[in-house]
């Protein structure tokens, strides 16, 4: 045993090992690597070519030499323990925890012995079970804990038993088993199947995956201590972010919230008025700055806007307000008042502008410094990058050694979640803006001579069984307020799900029938521009299409038949196969010099860049009032997006010198995940992001002036003559 080896593997990684090993899926095997000599992997996106030490069919002895270090570490742990004068020997939740680790070493040894035979071809010549650091552990545990816990130790029978495959979890049918992969869940890239049934109402996770979710939570202890998490304060700020966003809907909805309380005494067996009553009010005391949490130990500004968030909602389901809907009377004074005050409150709670956008930039900068200080081991180093697009991801890499040292935020929302479910007995619903993922207004563009708001909407739908999806009623009210008064707007709604996918597809379609609904279309207009596809990513048949002319015709083929390939654009195919024709050369020219050879990456950007100048045309011919860019909760792929956007504009404009303006895309890019699921944004997400600006960026200022010439031609004449963007 190599004792370097040893030496480098923690609890969290030891963990993170018997996770992986757990979720191989032997009905269809995949390759396992290692990681930096220390992590076993089953996920081939994680397979860098200067990371992985060991891939499949190489031998055995590299993988057994880590299930070594691994149960080494988890040794150590139940020494330290067992040292440990705080242990509580009494306690039954750490018994069943300790057991349940130990059963979970177990079944790996077993599982890995199954893998590793298939693998090679032969059995192991020694079982992993009989190697020196299992027993090793395997004495400890049975003869140490015994005489510590009353009662003795449990799950002896994880060391002796048969493993077997579940038989019930196969993924011959993924769309209907679901999440297995335990690094998926980790990475929380498909949270929302935790929210979700499939077709039979039965869940995408089993037990074995909850199990390994309790045993990180519960076993493995963050290394630094609890004050210095950096993510303690995010509830305070949105608990003031929600003060000042109360404060602002009170305002700009008082005269409506006046001619209200003019009527509701009128109206005491209304349930329509008795709703908006309790909203009005729960919006004012969270407007009041004595419910902050550090004023207060009672309800804070945050529970009280939830509250607020109810009660409009059912305002909307009530009898009354249906019924107005359904069979409109303009006549009837008080049902437009009513009306009006509920369609004004929908509106600022999508409109909202927020308080905290320079306490987030500020949390962004110090999480980035003291990630800094742990790389340098408490020394700060002045190393700076060599481009401002070197220094994103040198400044990246720092917040998230830091984070990595907090690695269980989203997991605690998960086990919250199931937690939630089985306290109420009651499937909890995906439902990301009924989750406090709040929508907000972000920044302003210019374009043909007109101000376009542009939103953070996460996806304003509800969805319990994965082909059933509501469009929120909230949101309904936000459309329905978009046609108030005598100057109409509209919305566009630029949806970045994949609607070619199991999982996206049903939410995909809610909201396009939005954009086709006789009630809607006049202010919503909807296209969806997939970010999943294997032509996105490049993946698959796709991966090694270097030539640029493939590419170029594969790339017009995405946009010939583009519902069947994942868009949906409400622009006539003449129009967009015109502009195709046109942009894709003018892409190729001005960004990529012709070259006849284009890398994957180069093929990335390309499709990146295409897709900022297929959203301004579509605004150029939608010439809509305000645009979101919305996935399924806006925190990965759309604000990667609103980002991108702002910053391939402001290059087409200006440029990123000011350090208001850096400051201005890291807060679009880390704020959502950081606040809503406690984490960084997604990495390819954000590489993707950076490498197109970049490119952007050299090209632009090397001949910025020609491409915007020549560019400028495939849009209305005064489309790039006034575009502009600017803070809220």
Not at 24 to 46: A, C, F, L, W
Request: negative net charge; charged residues 30%; proline residues 4%.
């Amino acid at each position: 045993m190599n004792p370097k080896v040893k030496e480098a593997i923690g609890i969290q990684d030891a963990m993170d090992n018997l996770a992986a090993v757990m979720g191989i899926n032997m009905d269809s095997p995949p390759p396992i690597g290692i990681v930096r000599n220390k992590r076993i992997v089953t996920d081939e996106e994680e397979f860098g070519p200067n990371n992985v030490q060991w891939l499949s069919e190489e031998g055995s002895e590299a993988v057994l030499v880590i299930l070594d270090a691994t149960y080494h570490a988890i040794h150590q742990h139940l020494f330290g323990l067992y040292e440990s004068p705080e242990m509580d020997w009494q306690n039954e939740r750490t018994r069943k925890g300790i057991a349940a680790m130990m059963s979970l070493v177990g079944e790996s040894a077993q599982k890995m012995d199954v893998y590793l035979t298939y693998r090679i071809g032969k059995p192991l010549l020694q079982k992993i079970s009989d190697r020196e650091e299992f027993r090793s552990l395997q004495h400890f545990y049975t003869n140490r804990f015994e005489k510590k816990f009353t009662g003795g130790i449990e799950g002896a029978e994880a060391w002796e038993g048969e493993w077997s495959e579940n038989e019930e979890a196969t993924l011959l049918d993924v769309s209907k088993t679901g999440l297995k992969d335990f690094e998926t869940v980790k990475r929380d890239q498909e949270y929302e199947l935790f929210y979700i049934r499939n077709e039979d109402g039965k869940p995408y996770f089993n037990a074995e995956l909850l199990r390994n979710i309790k045993l990180t939570c519960d076993f493995v202890a963050e290394e630094e201590s609890f004050e210095e998490d950096p993510l303690l304060k995010v509830r305070s700020m949105q608990d003031r972010d929600l003060l000042a966003t109360a404060g602002q809907i009170l305002t700009e909805c008082h005269p409506a919230i006046v001619d209200f309380y003019k009527i509701a005494r009128k109206l005491p067996d209304n349930e329509l008025a008795k709703s908006l009553s309790m909203a009005v009010l729960a919006l004012f005391l969270a407007a009041n700055p004595r419910h902050l949490l550090q004023n207060t130990i009672g309800k804070s500004c945050l529970q009280y806007f939830d509250d607020f968030h109810h009660f409009l909602r059912r305002s909307m389901r009530t009898s009354e307000y249906q019924k107005m809907i359904a069979y409109p009377d303009k006549s009837d004074r008080i049902a437009q008042n009513l009306l009006t005050l509920t369609h004004y409150l929908c509106r600022q709670f999508f409109h909202r502008l927020g308080g905290i956008r320079q306490e987030a930039i500020g949390l962004i900068h110090r999480t980035m410094r003291r990630g800094e200080e742990l790389k340098q081991k408490g020394k700060v180093s002045l190393l700076k990058g060599e481009t401002l697009w070197n220094q994103f991801l040198l400044d990246d890499e720092k917040l998230r050694t830091l984070l990595a040292k907090f690695p269980n935020g989203p997991l605690f929302k998960i086990l919250d979640l199931v937690r939630e479910e089985h306290d109420e007995d009651a499937i909890v619903p995906f439902d990301p803006i009924g989750q406090q993922n709040l929508p907000s207004r972000i920044y302003e563009l210019s374009c043909n001579n007109k101000s376009i708001d542009v939103l953070r909407i996460p996806s304003p739908t509800r969805q319990s069984i994965i082909n059933k999806v509501e469009v929120i009623d909230e949101f309904r009210g936000f459309l329905r307020s978009l046609s108030a008064g005598s100057v109409h707007k509209k919305l566009l709604l630029i949806n970045l799900q994949d609607r070619t996918s199991w999982k996206e597809f049903a939410r995909s379609r809610a909201l396009e029938n939005l954009h086709k609904s006789a009630e809607f279309s006049p202010q919503i207009a909807v296209i969806t521009i997939p970010k999943e596809t294997d032509f996105y990513f490049q993946n698959n048949e796709y991966l090694n299409m270097n030539k640029a002319d493939e590419f170029l015709i594969a790339f017009k083929g995405q946009l010939a038949t583009p519902e069947e390939c994942g868009f949906f654009l409400p622009i006539p195919q003449k129009e967009l196969t015109r502009f195709v024709e046109r942009a894709l050369p003018l892409i190729h020219t001005h960004f990529f010099h012709s070259k006849n050879t284009l890398t994957r990456r180069n093929r990335e950007d390309f499709i990146e860049i295409f897709y900022q100048f297929l959203i301004l045309k579509c605004i150029d011919l939608i010439e809509p009032d305000m645009i979101s860019f919305t996935c399924k909760d806006a925190i990965d792929t759309g604000a990667a997006q609103l980002a991108t956007f702002y910053g391939f504009i402001k290059l087409l404009t200006d440029d990123f010198s000011k350090k208001e303006e850096q400051d201005f895309l890291r807060w679009l890019l880390y704020t959502p995940a950081l606040f809503i699921r406690e984490r960084g944004i997604d990495p390819e997400r954000f590489n993707r992001a950076i490498s197109a600006l970049e490119r952007c960026d050299g090209e632009i200022a090397e001949r910025g002036r020609q491409i915007v010439k020549d560019l400028s031609e495939l849009y209305h004449a005064n489309t790039f003559k006034s575009l502009d963007v600017k803070h809220q």
